[in-house]
């Protein structure tokens, strides 16, 4: 049965199939697939094994459906260690029918030179990805989110109108790289470039907050986080200047889809900031065509 929903629409801002890597818990014989029910236990999921149950793109359409979501967002990754191909993440948006939509990603230590935004630029005009992810603190050579090597990818992204989304959180292999501070400059340098704080440099939580209000380009995306230890303080924001700037994610196979929004309905937002945070922001932020 699908889910009633909480608000008109709902954008889940970082969905990814399990069956696209491993990483997600694509073998359930692998250490991978108990690290994916180790995150979902330590996030206070009630099912930690909901993932296993949508192995392929009809069940995973069908969880999204029942789960009352109209589109999933499923940011890509490209790191050593998790390399997601941004092709298969074009394929799989456009099978969807519109319901899954793709963010490619780049690694300019993998691409190097010119190669990183040859990569944009296909990512964004042959494949029709909505945007690009980058990781810095996951590369081979951790780096900032403002390290230099990173600034064509932004200023590629800028000229072509699609949002950046940065990955942070405590899963960052060295803290000292999730670091919202580091966004400050990156928004300052590039004033028109959508930034997207995937986990939202969750636990620097009062420092996130900071720099989203210095500037209005940057968004706040806890996904999973939200919904941890403090996490609500993100929502308290939106009650106030960060109602424009704060997105709602599940982070699943990390966390359930159907849990994250009946705990987003826990929150008490307004029912005009629900709205927002559920889809409204991410409309506008990524150009949707949804009324």
């Not at 989304?165 to 292999?173: C, V």
């Not at 986990?199 to 907050?209: E, R, S, T």
């Not at 929502?235 to 997105?247: I, T, V």
């Amino acid at each position: 049965m699908t889910s009633p929903k909480l608000t008109r629409h709902v954008v889940d801002m970082r969905a990814r199939p399990s069956f696209l890597h491993p990483f997600f818990g694509a073998d359930p014989s692998s250490p991978e697939f108990e690290t994916v029910r180790w995150v979902n236990r330590r996030l206070g999921s009630r099912d930690i094994d909901h993932f296993a149950r949508s192995p392929d793109l009809p069940s995973f359409l069908k969880e999204i459906e029942q789960a009352s979501i109209d589109v999933a967002i499923m940011v890509g990754r490209s790191t050593p260690q998790v390399r997601i191909s941004n092709d298969a993440l074009s394929e799989l948006s456009q099978l969807s029918a519109g319901r899954l939509l793709g963010v490619g990603s780049v690694d300019p230590q993998a691409l190097p030179g010119d190669e990183a935004v040859r990569e944009v630029r296909r990512c964004l005009d042959s494949l029709q990805l909505i945007g690009i992810n980058v990781d810095p603190g996951f590369y081979g050579r951790p780096i900032a989110h403002d390290d230099e090597t990173l600034f064509p990818i932004y200023a590629t992204c800028e000229m072509e109108n699609a949002p950046v989304f940065l990955m942070s959180g405590p899963t960052t292999p060295d803290l000292r790289h999730n670091d919202p501070l580091a966004v400050d400059r990156v928004a300052r340098a590039f004033p028109n470039l959508p930034l997207i704080c995937c986990h939202a440099f969750y636990p620097q939580i009062d420092a996130m907050l900071g720099v989203a209000f210095r500037h209005e380009n940057v968004f706040v995306s806890p996904d999973m986080y939200l919904f941890a230890p403090g996490g609500e303080r993100y929502a308290e924001a939106a009650n106030g200047f960060l109602s424009d700037q704060l997105l709602f994610g599940s982070s699943y196979p990390f966390r359930s889809i159907e849990q994250s929004i009946a705990d987003l309905a826990g929150l008490r937002l307004q029912d005009e900031i629900a709205e927002k945070v559920a889809w409204r922001n991410a409309v506008r932020v990524l150009g949707l065509d949804m009324t």
